[in-house]
């Protein structure tokens, strides 16, 4: 199965501090990288999570989880899937 004529469905979804989602935002994006680029946008002091369909790209903690984290820039900073903090580049 060729995976690049699949439609992307992007989605980022803000988490208010107790994990539930409160907002949820369809991305116009064709890779991953774009669409990580764009969900950091939200991050607001609430977390985000970015999803491509039901496949999970990343958990963006809240700002002030990575500010007690060691002062990351939240920015930059996911969640892996395995709930360790690791960076994502920048594309």
Sequence with gaps: MNH???PRAYRA???DASGRIYRSHVLDCETDEQAIA???QF???HG???WDGSRK???FPPVTAVE???GADPSNAAYASNGTMEEI???
């Design 4 to 6: 690049d004529s699949i």
């Design 43 to 45: 991050i607001d002091g």
């Design 13 to 15: 979804f803000r988490v």
């Design 68 to 70: 007690e984290a060691g």
């Design 89 to 91: 580049s920048r594309a």
């Design 48 to 50: 985000v999570q970015l």
């Design 57 to 59: 790209i990343a958990n």
């Design 38 to 40: 764009v969900a950091r």
